[in-house]
Nanobody
Framework: QVQLVESGGGSVQSGGSLRLSCTAS????????LGWFRQAPGKEREGVAA???????GYADSVKGRFTISRDNAKNTVYLQMNSLKPEDTAMYYC??????????????????????WGRGTLVTVSS
């Protein structure tokens, strides 16, 4: 059973940076795409960034050039470096894992109910 545990959320002012981490267990890193989704109050969960085992990545248009996803397969960890944060980035950020999608860009647009595994989330708050 895949388990995902996020860390690194917090409060930051607009223009600041945060790095989120997600440690995975119970899975084969060669088979899984990992990603980050977010959900703001009153909004649907949306894909932010995703990466496959070879390092191929995909990003939502709203974060391109500001966020960078990376993974360390030896540590079973995926990271999300978030720079130039904006108040509209405020949300609960969730780590996601799926072995069936085959592409990070597909994971990014997968309906939340179809994603294989979720973490519990970590809150990011950006103040203006």
């Amino acid at each position: 059973q895949v388990q995902l545990v996020e860390s690194g959320g917090g409060s930051v002012q607009s223009g600041g940076s945060l790095r989120l981490s997600c440690t995975a267990s119970g899975y084969n890193p060669e088979l899984y795409c990992l990603g980050w989704f977010r959900q703001a109050p009153g909004k649907e969960r949306e894909g932010v960034a995703a990466i496959d085992s070879d390092g191929d990545t995909g990003y939502a248009d709203s974060v391109k050039g500001r966020f960078t996803i990376s993974r360390d397969n030896a540590k079973n960890t995926v990271y999300l470096q978030m720079n130039s944060l904006k108040p509209e980035d405020t949300a609960m950020y969730y780590c996601a894992a799926d072995a069936a999608v085959g592409s990070p860009r597909i994971l990014l647009h997968l309906p939340a109910t179809k994603v294989h595994a979720w973490g519990r989330g970590t809150l990011v708050t950006v103040s203006s």
